[in-house]
């Protein structure tokens, strides 16, 4: 969800089912490339951010894949909420690619982490 020349702040949320036995899992949040900056929450709780410690303009965070680790107490079995805070500086912004989804510690290890 892209957005051609847009400046500024954009939220994205998404609300999911967790089943009770997903909890014995180490999961991981993957969130994409985004343009440029993030806040990640999950149930109100953050769970990862980029340019934490950069000067404004001065990262290159937009062309790196995000990836967080989601685990209690922040994930809950039952309806759990992600919202995405996005910010772009300049030129084109938003969540520009994939992937995106929820897998295991396991299979980010195997195929994304790379």
Do not use: C
Not at 38 to 60: A, C, I, K, M, W
Not at 82 to 95: A, F, K, P, Q, T
């Amino acid at each position: 969800q892209g957005h051609l020349k847009y400046d500024g702040f954009a939220w994205y949320s998404r609300e999911f089912m967790l089943p009770d036995n997903a909890m014995k899992e180490d999961l991981v949040l993957l969130v994409g490339k985004i343009d440029d900056f993030d806040q990640v929450f999950l149930n109100g709780v953050r769970v990862g951010r980029t340019n934490d410690q950069l000067p404004y303009g001065r990262s290159e965070s937009w062309t790196r894949r995000r990836a967080y680790t989601l685990s209690p107490p922040a994930l809950k079995k039952g309806l759990n909420r992600i919202e995405v805070l996005v910010e772009d500086m300049g030129n084109n912004g938003g969540i520009y690619e994939g992937p995106i989804g929820i897998v295991t510690r396991d299979q980010f290890l195997r195929y994304y982490d790379r």
